[in-house]
């Protein structure tokens, strides 16, 4: 992830905060069907952690960074991993401090990410991690393996397809999805019933539709975003132009496929 979310819509940039993102991240958990719950009791926990996955990006998100080398503003694409390990400590840090257990998932969530990079600040990153999920799982009286990993597919559904919502055009055709959705949205998940991959689409620019649906009846989602003519941009400059942009927001309609 990075500092935001980034869309390139011809004379506009459309930027979503990573908050904004997480926060439809909870709402996809809220609407799951109870079936997915009923091996957990950690369901607000898993709800908790979604909401608040990318809290530690909040500072962040009011002064987005521009690229010069793309000239175009960061995205989560690009954003540099060194300063990333920073504001991942600092939101698991955040989230630990109301629910270990949702810690535990953010802390997870994060180290998978940088697992494989070869920087030595991300590999003392998942370390560090690593050593901190011993200690929380050290203080919890009856913790599951099994059913950590049910919950942590949740939580990485929900912010795969919450991603989608934000990356994509509304309305975009299969063959203009950004090339993360190619071939729908999917989760690596080996412990649970939950299906790992779903045929996900634009039914028009205010409802998306997937199958399977894992849901207990069709929902909306509201996405808060702003969009800022690159011509603003140029003549304020990024930070001045995303700060006096209005917040705008959209709703979007998850249904199942007809």
Request: proline residues 5%; glycine residues 2%; aromatic residues 14%.
């Amino acid at each position: 992830m990075s500092n935001m979310i980034i869309r390139n819509q011809n004379g506009h940039f459309i930027f979503i905060s990573q908050v904004d993102h997480a926060s439809v991240s909870g709402e996809i958990v809220k609407n799951l069907s109870s079936d997915y719950f009923d091996h957990t009791p950690y369901k607000d926990s898993v709800i908790y952690a979604a909401e608040q996955h990318d809290c530690g990006w909040e500072a962040f998100d009011k002064q987005p960074f521009w690229n010069d080398q793309a000239n175009r503003p960061y995205s989560f694409i690009d954003f540099p991993d060194i300063p990333k390990t920073v504001l991942y400590t600092q939101g698991i840090q955040q989230v630990q401090e109301k629910d270990k257990y949702a810690a535990l998932l953010c802390s997870e969530h994060y180290k998978r990410f940088l697992v494989t990079s070869t920087l030595p600040e991300a590999k003392a990153f998942v370390q560090q991690e690593a050593e901190r999920q011993e200690w929380l799982i050290s203080r919890m009286d009856h913790f599951n393996q099994d059913m950590f990993e049910m919950d942590y597919t949740l939580l990485q559904f929900s912010d795969t397809l919450s991603l989608f919502a934000c990356m994509n055009e509304p309305g975009a055709a299969n063959k203009d999805l950004h090339p993360f959705f190619k071939n729908g949205v999917s989760v690596s998940n080996t412990a649970t019933s939950f299906p790992s991959a779903f045929s996900v689409s634009w039914e028009d620019t205010e409802t998306i539709t997937m199958e399977p649906f894992p849901f207990s009846a069709d929902f909306s989602v509201t996405l808060l975003y702003k969009s800022i003519p690159k011509t603003t941009i140029q003549q304020q400059g990024l930070v001045d132009a995303y700060e006096h942009a209005s917040v705008l927001s959209k709703t979007i309609r998850i249904n199942t496929k007809k």
